[in-house]
T-cell receptor, first 113, second 116 residues
């Protein structure tokens, strides 16, 4: 079945550091890929998505590229801020799974000033 | 409303009691989802509604869990005879159309349930 694996946290960075959170997936066909973010005390919200191979999703300085060859969708940001501290979830939905959205376990990011 | 709302925000109950959790989706959203988020875990899918019907109940962990949706809007998740392992944050999400490719879900703030 479809699945998502993302790097375990917590990840602790200093402000302005480069961020990478790895995400790999297993799916039949060509799923859509998502990153959701959960800020402290808030609900999950969509950060970015990509619906086909080689697409790049971007938002708020974050980027992720849909890599079919490596079945990956790693999240990157060039310079993190304290306000980026949150839990980040990689997710996919695909025809093979009846378009059920499958979420990774989440990666908690702490950014220090 | 402006977003998905859930109530109560926190619920503490005793083992064996029944609880009801409510979700009010974004107006006009036909798809509604319930998830469970246990401490340190990812999101566990529970049930999916399209309108008032539930084509996918595959995630409900036991027959103590049930959910309904009325008027294509509000949904209630009921847990009967609660157990300590039911303690978690219960999240509701809605989306504009039926479950499909690239669909974006909008999440509520969750209900934090603690079973003593």
């Amino acid at each position: 079945g479809n699945s998502v694996t993302q790097m375990e946290g917590p990840v602790t960075l200093s402000e302005e550091a480069f961020l990478t959170i790895n995400c790999t997936y297993t799916a039949t066909g060509y799923p859509s890929l998502f990153w959701y973010v959960q800020y402290p005390g808030e609900g999950l919200q969509l950060l970015l998505k990509a619906t086909k191979a080689d697409d790049k999703g971007s938002n708020k300085g974050f980027e992720a590229t849909y890599r079919k060859e490596t079945t990956s969708f790693h999240l990157e940001k060039g310079s993190v801020q304290v306000s980026d501290s949150a839990v980040y979830f990689c997710a996919l939905s695909g025809r093979g799974g009846g378009f059920k959205t499958i979420f990774g376990a989440g990666t908690r990011l702490f950014v220090k000033a | 409303g402006a977003g998905v709302s859930q109530s109560p925000s926190n619920k503490v109950t005793e083992k064996g009691k029944d609880v009801e959790l409510r979700c009010d989706p974004i107006s006009g959203h036909t798809a509604l989802y319930w998830y469970r988020q246990s401490l340190g875990q990812g999101l566990e899918f529970l049930i999916y509604f399209q309108g008032n019907s539930a084509p996918d109940k595959s995630g409900l962990p036991s027959d103590r869990f049930s959910a309904e949706r009325t008027g294509g809007s509000v949904s209630t998740l009921t847990i009967q005879r609660t157990q300590q392992e039911d303690s978690a944050v219960y999240l509701c999400a809605s989306s504009l159309v039926r479950r499909g490719p690239g669909e974006t879900q909008y999440f509520g703030p969750g209900t934090r349930l603690l079973v003593l």
